[in-house]
């Protein structure tokens, strides 16, 4: 049986590696690539795929936001995040997304391919690196449950809107990357502020750091002002 897959990463050269892997057997087709998250939601909508191959650092949405948006809309595919980011932290994440499998991008093309082999197959996949570390931080009781933080009282949406922010971006810059419109996002802004309890961007920016929205992407320090 062969498996349609979509590849998700923002360089072009990755996608072209990741092609030429795959094409070098007779499992997986692939059926449709994207640069960033929003083109991710679309492409998948189209082409309905068996697999998503997905990095995490895209921009505008990323590729823990893009694969909850598109489960949504392609219930039947799955997601299998490809990163350079080995902590609990992501590896959580991208679980909690929904994604079924976590590979390292220095995982070698014999590991990327047992990796979707066993997905496609119903299957769920951790590199040995991440399961490894994972498992010793569970035994050393470092993953507990702590108490509720203010970030989790928002909505998907609104996490998105607080992440482009601690990024720099402007209301005008969210309102395109995010097919929104110019005073839903500066609503979402004021919503937020009064969720978390702050009253300026620099706030909102050290609240987001705090809890590791941007780990991928640290915000321009000179467009905090």
């Not at 189209?46 to 489960?71: C, K, R, W, Y």
């Not at 108490?147 to 922010?165: A, C, F, N």
Request: hydrophobic fraction near 40%; proline fraction near 3%.
């Amino acid at each position: 049986m062969v498996f349609n897959i979509v590849l998700v990463d923002d360089h072009k050269l990755v996608r072209d590696g990741i092609k030429t892997i795959l094409e070098r057997g007779a499992d997986f087709q692939v059926v449709g690539e994207a640069e960033n998250g929003s083109d991710a939601v679309q492409v998948c909508r189209q082409s309905q795929p068996d697999l998503v191959l997905m990095d995490i650092n895209l921009p505008g949405m990323n590729g823990l936001e893009a694969t909850g948006e598109l489960l949504r809309h392609c219930p039947q595919a799955k997601v299998v995040i490809l990163s350079m980011y080995d902590d609990e932290n992501s590896v959580v994440s991208a679980i909690r997304s929904g994604a079924r499998a976590f590979v390292l991008k220095k995982a070698s093309s014999l590991e990327l391919l047992d990796a979707l082999k066993t997905v496609a197959r119903g299957g769920s996949y951790l590199s040995s690196e991440v399961s490894d570390r994972l498992l010793a931080h569970i035994q050393r009781g470092d993953l507990e449950m702590h108490d509720h933080s203010p970030i989790e009282t928002l909505s998907p949406r609104e996490l998105q809107v607080l992440r482009l922010v601690a990024e720099g971006k402007t209301s005008k810059d969210i309102a395109v990357l995010l097919d929104l419109g110019l005073q839903t996002v500066r609503s979402y802004r004021k919503t937020m502020m009064k969720k978390l309890g702050v009253n300026n961007v620099a706030g909102l920016t050290q609240l987001a750091l705090a809890a590791g929205l941007t780990h991928w992407n640290k915000p321009d320090a000179n467009s905090l002002g």
